[in-house]
């Protein structure tokens, strides 16, 4: 009987450590995908009106740009 206590103590803690392990790594994800998302903020942001207009885009549009480069089209 204590076998079988152990047993079900130790999938808990597995299940457990599975959920810390996705959890650690879509925070690692979401940090990584920031970081993206910052950096192309930052240089697009650097970028004349003129260079913005030979790229296609406009002032309005650098925080959509910079959220499809970070996650994609929405």
Same mark, same amino acid.
Request: hydrophobic fraction near 40%.
């Given at each position: 009987?204590?076998?079988?206590?152990?047993?079900?103590?130790?999938?808990?803690?597995?299940?457990?450590?599975?959920?810390?392990?996705?959890?650690?790594? /879509?925070?690692? +994800?979401?940090?990584?995908? #920031? !970081?993206?998302? =910052?950096?192309?903020?930052? *240089?697009?942001?650097?970028?004349?009106?003129? /260079?913005?207009? +030979?790229?296609?885009?406009? #002032? !309005?549009?650098? =925080?959509?740009?910079?959220? *499809?480069?970070?996650?994609?089209?929405?």
């Amino acid at each position: 009987m204590a076998v079988l206590v152990l047993n079900q103590g130790t999938a808990r803690n597995e299940a457990g450590n599975g959920r810390i392990a996705k959890f650690v790594a /879509d925070a690692r +994800d979401y940090m990584a995908r #920031r !970081s993206v998302y =910052r950096q192309t903020l930052r *240089e697009l942001n650097d970028l004349t009106d003129r /260079d913005l207009a +030979d790229l296609g885009m406009c #002032r !309005s549009n650098i =925080r959509s740009v910079a959220y *499809e480069a970070a996650w994609g089209a929405k």
